[in-house]
C-alpha cells in the first residue's frame, strides 16, 4: 500500500475516532446517532457544537451537506440551532446543504428559519454555493425563500456571474431574471418573484418534457430500425426455392434428396433456366454451361 493511502487511510481513522458524531451525520447512519446521543446525555450540547478538523464543520454541518434529512431533524430537535456558524469559514448549514445540492434539506431548513442571506467568510450567501455547484432546485428554493440574487461575495460576483463561469446556463438565466426584475434591492414584490420562478419552473418542465419526448421517439425509431432488420433477415432466411423447396443455407454442394429434382435448371443467379430438367444448386448451373 502506497504512503498515500496509508495516510488517507489514517486520515479516516481519525475522524472515525474522534467524531463519531460528525461520522454518522455523514454516512447517515441514524442508528449510530441515537446511540451516541443517548450516551452523551446532559454533554450533548457541548459534543453537537464540536467542529471537525478538516473543514470546521459541526455535526449539523455534516449532515447538511450530505443530504442527510433525518440526521439534520433530530440534530435541531436535540437543540442544534439551524442558524449555527462555524468558526472558521463562518458558513451555516444552509450554505453546506445547498453546497451539496440537496434542495430537501434546505427547504427544510428555510422553514425551520435559516437565514439564506448569510454570507459566509468569503462573502458568499447559500445561493452562490449553489450556483458553483449548478443545483437549479436550490436556487429556486433559496430564491423562494427570499435570498437576495444581487448579492456579491467578496470578488465582486453575483450568483449568476458564477453559475455562468461554471457553464450553468439555467442556473445563469434564472437568476439574471430576477436580478431584471429585481432592478434594485428592494425593489421587488414578493408575489412577482414567485411568479417569475412558477413561469421559470413551468418553461424548466416544458423543456425537460420535449426532450424526454424526442428522446421517446427517437428510441421508437431505433426499434422500428432493428424490427424491420429483423424481419428481413427472417425473411432471407425462410427465402425457399419455389420449384424445389430448398433452403439458401442448404450445402450447394450436396443438396437434399427432397431437391435432387425440380425440372428446372438453375444458373449461377439463382434463377431457374427452364429450358430442360436438371438438377438444381450451382452444380446443376456448372453443368449447363459447361455441356
Not at 440551532?81 to 450554505?95: A, G, K, L, W, Y
Not at 428554493?141 to 435570498?147: I, K, N, P, Y
Request: hydrophobic content about 30%; glycine content about 10%.
Amino acid at each position: 500500500m502506497s504512503l498515500e493511502a496509508d495516510l488517507e487511510l489514517s486520515s479516516e481513522e481519525a475522524f472515525l475516532h474522534l467524531f463519531p458524531l460528525h461520522r454518522a451525520c455523514r454516512d447517515g447512519d441514524v442508528e449510530a446517532l441515537v446511540g451516541l446521543l443517548h450516551r452523551l446525555s446532559e454533554h450533548t450540547a457541548g459534543h453537537l457544537s464540536t467542529e471537525d478538523y478538516r473543514f470546521g464543520w459541526t455535526p449539523l454541518h455534516w449532515a447538511a451537506h450530505y443530504g442527510q434529512l433525518e440526521c439534520l431533524m433530530l440534530l435541531v430537535q436535540m437543540g442544534c440551532e439551524v442558524n449555527t456558524v462555524s468558526s472558521r469559514f463562518d458558513q451555516t448549514p444552509t450554505h453546506t446543504a445547498a453546497f451539496g445540492g440537496h434542495s430537501h434539506c434546505v427547504v427544510w431548513l428555510t422553514k425551520a428559519g435559516a437565514d439564506v442571506n448569510r454570507q459566509d467568510l468569503t462573502g458568499e450567501a447559500p445561493i452562490h454555493k449553489a450556483a458553483r455547484t449548478g443545483s437549479l432546485e436550490c436556487i429556486q428554493v433559496l430564491l423562494v425563500a427570499g435570498a437576495e440574487p444581487h448579492v456579491k461575495n467578496a470578488c465582486g460576483q453575483t450568483a449568476a456571474d458564477l453559475a455562468r463561469a461554471q457553464g450553468f446556463a439555467d442556473c445563469f438565466q434564472l437568476i439574471s431574471s430576477l436580478l431584471q426584475l429585481h432592478g434594485a434591492p428592494g425593489g421587488q414584490s414578493q408575489g412577482s418573484r414567485k411568479r417569475l420562478l412558477g413561469g421559470q419552473e413551468h418553461s424548466r418542465k416544458k423543456r425537460a418534457k420535449a426532450d424526454e419526448d424526442q428522446q421517446q421517439e427517437q428510441q421508437q425509431q431505433e426499434q422500428q430500425q432493428q424490427e424491420q432488420e429483423h424481419q428481413q433477415q427472417q425473411q432471407q432466411q425462410q427465402d425457399v426455392c419455389m420449384d424445389c423447396g430448398s433452403l439458401p443455407d442448404e450445402s450447394p454442394v450436396f443438396p437434399s434428396p427432397e431437391s435432387q429434382s425440380c425440372g428446372s435448371l438453375h444458373v449461377g443467379d439463382g434463377s431457374p433456366d427452364r429450358l430442360g430438367p436438371g438438377p438444381c444448386g450451382p452444380l446443376g448451373a456448372v453443368r449447363r454451361r459447361g455441356g
